[in-house]
């Protein structure tokens, strides 16, 4: 069963607001979900984490979280999008028992259309 | 500040050949993580090192794949007997320790794509 699932695929238009999810499956009292974007080129971009800890949702730029921790769920949310904001994003968990290795979803690929 | 450094971005290896791959992570990260990306696995775990020191290879196949960390400046993934099914971007990153995030934070090299005809 997957740990950390993402849907595969979206897509939205420039300057709209645009929602990532991200489901995880963990028994840690402490964690982290991290969120990475693969560029085009292949390269790994962080872009903003989470830790179970935080009571608040976290922001970073135009990127800020959602962080439902009941739910054992998590959202990207990226604000006024751009055309260069497509590629592939990844959520990653990490978890003390496993030495905080990265376990990560499959990848939701964002088309943002000018 | 340069980030992570991965050589040869490219490589191409006929059946049963000898891969090396090169890490230069980002100076003064004492940990260095190697991961594995194809389309049908995704993501997967190898093996990291923190402060040169192997700590976890449970992500390596047993057989044909080592990593070592001689100095800080770099890190090396040999793939012995190389197999069409190694074929994958093999990506490197590092981080400044693993206290928890900022400082846990990765930063991932561009990859290099290895493929095995």
């Known amino acids: 069963a997957q740990k950390v699932t993402q849907v595969q695929s979206t897509g939205s238009s420039q300057w709209g607001e645009v929602t990532l999810h991200c489901s995880y499956e963990t028994s840690e009292y402490f964690y982290v979900i991290l969120w990475y974007k693969q560029l085009f080129s292949g390269e790994m971009v962080f872009l903003i984490y989470q830790t179970s800890f935080d009571t608040q949702n976290q922001r970073n730029s135009r990127y800020s979280v959602v962080f439902q921790k009941s739910l054992k769920s998590i959202s990207l949310v990226i604000s006024a999008s751009q055309p260069e904001d497509s590629g592939t994003y990844f959520c990653?968990?990490?978890?003390?028992?496993?030495?905080?290795?990265?376990?990560w979803g499959s990848g939701t690929k964002l088309i943002i259309k000018p | 500040n340069a980030g992570v450094i991965q050589t040869p971005r490219h490589k191409v290896t006929g059946k049963g050949q000898e891969a090396t791959l090169w890490c230069e992570p980002i100076?003064?990260?004492?940990?260095v993580f190697w991961y594995r990306q194809t389309i049908v696995q995704g993501l997967e775990f190898l093996t990291y090192f923190r402060n040169q020191a192997p700590i976890d290879d449970s992500g390596m196949p047993k057989e044909r794949f080592s990593a070592q960390m001689p100095n800080q400046s770099h890190s090396t993934l040999k793939i012995q007997s190389t197999q069409p099914q190694d074929s994958a971007v093999y990506l490197c990153a590092s981080s400044l320790d693993r206290l928890g995030p900022p400082q846990d934070t990765q930063y991932f090299g561009p990859g290099t794509r290895l493929l095995v005809l």
């Open positions: 100076s003064g990260h004492s940990a």
């Open positions: 990653a968990l990490s978890e003390p028992h496993s030495n905080y290795q990265l376990i």
